[in-house]
């Protein structure tokens, strides 16, 4: 099992930035790789950004060039910088963890994090 912990949420003003966190522990060497999505009242989860444990990443195309993400392996922790926020990007970010399986993939969730943008 993967245990996923986030922080970093909070309120911010349209044009402003956060930094979210994301630590795991657990089963970490099963894990193949490391994301954020974010979840919008009334809105289906959508993939935000990821990093592979090779170092690829890939980003949604709202967020590109405005959103990083990272990760500290030391630390086991994945970040995502977050610039230039809009008030569309209000909504609940979700750590994602996956593993790659026979079946396809298996997914590990944290509890999540509020963020909101003022406009």
């Known amino acids: 099992q993967v245990q996923l912990v986030e922080s970093g949420g909070g309120l911010v003003q349209a044009g402003g930035s956060l930094r979210l966190s994301c630590a795991a522990s657990?089963?970490?060497?099963?894990?193949?790789?490391m994301g954020w999505y974010r979840q919008a009242p009334g809105k289906q989860r959508e993939l935000v950004a990821r990093i592979t444990n090779g170092g690829s990443t890939a980003y949604a195309d709202s967020v590109k060039g405005r959103f990083t993400i990272s990760r500290d392996n030391g630390k086991n922790t994945v970040y995502l910088i977050m610039n230039n926020l809009k008030p569309e990007d209000t909504a609940v970010y979700y750590c994602?963890?996956?593993?790659?399986?026979?079946?396809?993939?298996?997914?590990?969730w944290g509890q999540g994090t509020q963020v909101t943008v003022s406009s």
């Open positions: 994602n963890a996956f593993r790659v399986i026979m079946a396809g993939r298996y997914d590990y």
């Open positions: 657990g089963s970490i060497f099963s894990i193949n790789g």
